[in-house]
């Protein structure tokens, strides 16, 4: 039976677990999409370019990670960099990010070629290299153009490191699976940590539409 009571006296018990998990959670989240940001760009510029073996690199790089579920790259990271002696962190960071990767590729890619080609010859008859030209007058417009689904990647980046606690990372789910589990209060764990996993949906939600909306403004 849904109690209400139970469930705010619980959050209230439960609050310094929890926190030590959204802070994993948070630098989870950050690490992995700002690798898969770089990792991103790069596919996309090697998409786009006019070198075919670049092209071939990137479309079997993007087919191979969108193609498989994320907890199997997540699990070949983990296992793989363990040899390694890397942690579990940083084994869920690189999996994260390089299955955030493939979409920020596509992402970038989609508002680079939105840009008129016009700009680029105008940057190039003024004397730019391509790489100068790409620098200065198309990724600062594509970069704007693709602020709305960037954000929209890093909010399914945040809830797809959940998948971390399969790994044993103590990140917020796994706070919440081993409690509930402790307590044989899985629902009420369940619903506790939902609610933090969607505060901070709405939290970085709002700081985007504010980015974007700051970004606008300076046109």
Known sequence: MFDLAHILDVLVESYPLFMK????????????????????????LFKISGIKVLNWIANIYIALIRGTPLIVQIFIFYFGL????????????????MHNGAYIA?????????????????GRSLGMTYGLAMRRIILPQAFKRALPPLGNQFIIGLKDSSLASFIALNELFSIATTQ???????????????????????????????????????E
């Open 82 to 97: 363990a040899e390694l002696g890397i942690s579990a962190f940083w084994s869920a960071a690189f999996g994260l990010a």
């Open 106 to 122: 596509e992402i970038f890619r989609g508002s680079i070629q939105s840009v008129d080609k016009g700009q680029m010859e105008a």
């Open 180 to 218: 509930g589990s402790r307590t044989f209060d899985e629902m009420t764990y369940l619903i506790i940590v939902g609610l933090y996993y969607l505060i901070l949906v709405l939290l970085f939600t709002l700081l985007v539409n504010l980015l974007e909306k700051k970004l606008s403004a300076g």
């Open 21 to 44: 998990g959204l802070w994993v959670t948070l630098q989870l989240t950050f690490v992995s999409v700002l690798i898969g940001t770089g990792i991103g760009l790069v596919f996309a």
